[in-house]
């Protein structure tokens, strides 16, 4: 590795190269500025990238010549590129976006990376985002980080000797953080009404976001819960602090956490540092169903934008706009329901903000669907369960109106009888 500054590390990137970013708050935040601020002697350079924090300023439409973005996940940075052609949406499982580098499918010229100093072995960490970033380094040409203190050191597949990096900078920035919302009252009906869905010795996967916590904070009362997900965030730490997740009962990884990546706050941070417990793995291994399937009783709890009728599941799109992406979600909902005792929920408020109801009687147009209907097990709002594994599409209609919301019941009844003849 040689040390350099960012102007001279970036000079090494030439136009019509592929540059991958690091994901979410491991994103170079130094590199990625100095990129964008080198485009005039740069044209054709495509970016890929998962959902990455902080700005991401080569969408800017007048980079346009220089930047053009395909990204795995949309992030809100990246949301109004796609609106405006500056940038695209690569449809596909985060289980398998190392394959695509892994296999030549999509060939990187240039890594840029964030990872802990090296240390006395020579050795860095890619910290909090593992995922498909260790594929990424492992197959591209040339690989660029940022030296970060702030980087925690994590234990699993993202350590990487100094050797195998080309350029780096040092840096002393702090990582983006994602401060817990105080959750409202629906969010915890919906927490309970999952938390019911949990058996003791049960095996986790869940997300960031209010219900995640929410659910979270329904489990002081349960025992010997595991954790093996994509990733994960401060909710977490309460129940490992005291016990309730102990990972005894896995049989992949006993007594250990795994994740892939994470998202939080310095906290969330400072507790992955270092932390033997915590295995920090490569996504393609973490979500791959023939893993996800041998622990027990995993129960997979997703979000969705909306849900039609028949139990079919959009949690990307609103209507033709890409507003997050497909993800780890149909990897975590089939592992699950393959794992012995294994309980795949889809969980959710009623309605919008704007008082819209998210169970529809059909998808938006354009609406992709993330979870088919076939795999679908247990949608959950804030009105209760429905349990739709083995049912009909008449059954499964009369269950979901039961949990969609009360001001929208009649119109939906409506448009059961009108396909289904449901009285």
Do not use: W
Not at 121 to 139: E, I, M, T
Not at 158 to 163: A, D, N
Request: include cysteine; charge should be negative; glycine fraction near 8%.
């Amino acid at each position: 590795m040689k040390l350099t500054d960012a102007n001279s590390a970036i000079k090494h990137i030439q136009s019509g190269n592929n540059v991958f970013i690091h994901t979410a708050a491991a994103a170079p935040q130094q590199l990625v500025t100095e990129l964008a601020a080198q485009h005039n002697r740069l044209r054709n350079v495509s970016i890929y990238h998962m959902h990455t924090e902080g700005a991401a300023p080569y969408v800017a439409p007048e980079l346009s010549d220089s930047f053009y973005t395909k990204a795995f996940f949309v992030g809100a940075n990246v949301r109004k590129a796609l609106e405006t052609g500056q940038a695209d949406y690569i449809p596909v499982f985060l289980s398998e976006i190392p394959h695509l580098f892994n296999r030549g499918i999509i060939p990187l010229d240039v890594a840029l990376i964030q990872v802990s100093p090296p240390d006395k072995h020579g050795f860095c960490s890619l910290g909090v985002s593992v995922d498909g970033s260790r594929a990424a380094v492992n197959n591209a040409k040339m690989v660029i980080a940022q030296l970060n203190p702030n980087m925690p050191r994590t234990h699993g597949d993202g350590i990487i000797h100094k050797s195998a990096i080309d350029f780096g900078i040092e840096v002393d920035d702090p990582l983006p953080e994602h401060e817990p919302a105080v959750l409202t009252e629906l969010e915890l009906k919906i927490g309970r009404h999952c938390a019911e869905l949990i058996d003791d010795g049960a095996t986790l996967q869940m997300g960031i976001g209010s219900i995640p916590d929410a659910v979270l904070a329904s489990l002081q009362n349960h025992k010997d819960l595991g954790v093996h997900t994509e990733m994960f965030s401060d909710g977490l730490i309460p129940l490992i602090e005291s016990g309730i997740v102990n990972n005894s009962n896995k049989r992949i990884h006993p007594n250990r956490t795994v994740s892939s990546f994470l998202v939080g706050t310095r906290k969330l941070y400072d507790f992955v540092d270092d932390n033997p417990n915590l295995a920090m793995l490569d996504c393609a291994y973490v979500n791959d169903t023939a893993v996800i399937r041998r622990n027990p009783k995993v129960t997979a709890i997703n979000s969705a934008i909306e849900v039609d009728l028949t139990g079919q599941v959009c949690a990307d799109s609103i209507g033709i706009r890409q507003y997050s992406g497909v993800g780890g979600q149909m990897d975590f909902i089939r592992g699950a329901s393959l794992s012995e005792g294994g309980k795949p929920i889809i969980a959710l408020p009623s309605v919008t903000r704007h008082g819209e109801s998210r169970i529809v009687p059909f998808l938006k147009q354009g609406a992709g669907v993330v979870t088919t209907r076939a795999h679908v097990h247990y949608v959950v709002t804030e009105y209760g369960i429905a349990s739709l594994y083995g049912k009909s599409l008449r059954e499964r209609t009369r269950l979901l109106i039961e949990i969609s919301h009360p001001d929208n019941r009649e119109e939906l009844e409506k448009a059961a009888f009108n396909r289904f003849k449901i009285l």
